[in-house]
């Protein structure tokens, strides 16, 4: 009987790496997280925010000796490459593809649990291989968006993608480009707007991205209106449902 292995590679991914010895300094002024909290045994889910506190770039960072791999979205690898070359001026930073791959598996023990929510399953960087199947799905049910096309490309404030919820950004940290708006938000508890997963296969006015072969969308809908949208327990905790 032949035993077929189940693909790990998340071939959507990839990865940058940020070496030189200011790449902490460099990444703490810039995302959402506090590099100090990025260990080999803890990588943090991250965002690089416009000044108004909207998403540009969401991503994973892990730590990977004196250097930083960037587990982001890979048809914005590049863009997400450029816009950081941006900000790096005079620097002692270098910012480069990696030949590492991002691996994925819904259980087991190899890697660390997702940083955003342990339910999404278990990740670690690799060589490429045999492509997983079944993350998109995974990751939707349990109420998680991703991406620019789902967090809308300078669209949709960080914590209106609940960022807070999900371990996406750090209130102790210092200053980093969109943490006025960011925090001012948080403090006063003004979040009147999410990005959820909803069970639809008819796309409406409020809808981000559609999946017809799922049959599920995301959508950027007012708190006080969310519908039919999927509520699972670390939503329905935030929105005080029992």
């Known amino acids: 009987m ?11 991914r990839a990865v940058l790496r940020i070496g030189g010895d200011e790449a902490r300094p460099f990444l703490q002024g810039l995302v959402t997280q506090d590099m100090a909290a990025v260990t080999p ?14 998403a540009l770039f969401d991503f994973i960072l892990w730590a990977d000796d004196d250097a930083i791999l960037i587990d982001c979205e890979a048809d914005a690898a ?13 620097r002692a930073v270098t910012i480069e593809r990696s030949d590492l791959g ?7 023990e190899h890697g660390v649990p997702d940083p955003r929510l342990a339910a999404l399953g278990r990740r670690w960087l690799a060589a490429p291989g045999d492509r997983a199947e079944g993350w998109t799905e995974h990751r939707l049910r349990h109420g998680v968006t991703e991406g620019r096309a789902e967090l809308g490309d300078g669209q949709t404030l960080w914590l209106e993608c609940n960022a807070r919820e999900l371990n996406g950004v750090s209130f102790t940290k210092g200053c980093y480009v969109g ?28 809808t981000r991205l ?14 006080d209106d969310l519908g039919d949208a999927l509520r699972p327990e670390w939503l329905a905790a935030t929105l005080g449902i029992q």
């Open 2 to 12: 032949t035993v077929t292995t189940p693909g790990t590679w998340l071939a959507d």
């Open 41 to 54: 045994a803890t990588p943090q889910w991250a965002a690089l925010l416009s000044a108004q506190g909207k």
């Open 78 to 90: 590049d863009a997400l490459a450029r816009r950081l070359t941006l900000y790096r001026l005079r």
């Open 102 to 108: 991002v691996q994925w598996s819904p259980t087991g």
């Open 179 to 206: 943490q006025e708006n960011t925090a001012r938000m948080n403090y006063r508890s003004t979040v009147n707007r999410r990005l959820v997963v909803v069970p639809t296969t008819i796309p409406g006015p409020r």
């Open 210 to 223: 559609m999946y017809e072969d799922l049959g599920l969308a995301v959508e950027h809908r007012k708190v």
